[in-house]
């Protein structure tokens, strides 16, 4: 979308717009919405979509929830959302997105709802740090405290691991 603002002397029609962006179309649910929309055009003889307006409509309504709020708050709300194997990097981003797709805005919420789905024992060694433990209404002294542990045992992974590959068993000496 960017391009096509940055460069729109680069294409002559809407068609040419609409072309070049679904080049971009390779993977997953949009892969098979662009592989349709040709499909439609091999059989009619017609590309199905005539204008950038009828493009981001479409767009719109095949990529785009109906209601984005209420699909965010129902995940934050319900009782599956969690850290899982996700890095806190990877769990914050998500976190992130969902909480401003549900409109929250109140830090005590935002602590609440980021704490519950952390690793129990990221959030128990930030709950329990004898200093600077971050307030239950700074959501952003919990993400950082969240992302410093994470990265901590991040680094203590690496030190075993190079340290299990690097512990040499002493060779058995020969009978003499």
């Given at each position: 979308?960017?391009?096509?603002?940055?460069?729109?002397?680069?294409?002559?029609?809407?068609?040419?717009?609409?072309f070049?962006?679904?080049?971009?179309f390779?993977?997953?649910?949009?892969a098979?919405w662009?592989?349709?929309?040709?499909?439609q055009?091999?059989?009619?003889?017609?590309?199905?979509?005539q204008?950038?307006?009828?493009?981001?409509?479409?767009?719109?309504?095949?990529?785009f929830?109906?209601n984005?709020?209420?699909d965010a708050?129902?995940?934050?709300?319900?009782?599956?959302y969690?850290?899982g194997?996700?890095?806190?990097d990877?769990?914050?981003d998500?976190?992130?997105?969902?909480?401003?797709?549900?409109?929250?805005i109140?830090?005590r919420?935002?602590?609440v709802k980021?704490r519950?789905?952390?690793?129990?024992?990221i959030?128990?060694q930030?709950?329990?740090?004898?200093?600077g433990?971050?307030?239950?209404?700074?959501p952003?002294?919990?993400?950082?405290?969240?992302?410093?542990?994470?990265?901590?045992?991040?680094?203590?992974e690496a030190f075993q691991?190079?340290?299990?590959?690097t512990?040499v068993?002493?060779?058995r000496?020969a009978?003499?």
């Amino acid at each position: 979308m960017l391009y096509l603002h940055l460069a729109p002397e680069q294409f002559i029609c809407d068609k040419e717009k609409i072309f070049w962006t679904l080049a971009f179309f390779k993977d997953r649910r949009a892969a098979k919405w662009s592989e349709n929309l040709f499909r439609q055009e091999a059989d009619t003889g017609i590309f199905p979509i005539q204008s950038w307006t009828d493009f981001e409509q479409q767009f719109r309504s095949q990529f785009f929830p109906v209601n984005a709020e209420a699909d965010a708050i129902n995940t934050l709300e319900g009782s599956s959302y969690y850290q899982g194997n996700q890095t806190v990097d990877d769990y914050l981003d998500s976190f992130l997105i969902l909480a401003s797709d549900a409109g929250y805005i109140d830090p005590r919420t935002l602590v609440v709802k980021f704490r519950r789905g952390l690793k129990l024992n990221i959030q128990s060694q930030i709950a329990t740090m004898p200093f600077g433990q971050p307030a239950d209404t700074d959501p952003e002294a919990w993400y950082a405290a969240a992302w410093r542990i994470d990265q901590a045992r991040l680094a203590n992974e690496a030190f075993q691991s190079i340290l299990r590959l690097t512990t040499v068993t002493p060779a058995r000496s020969a009978p003499a």
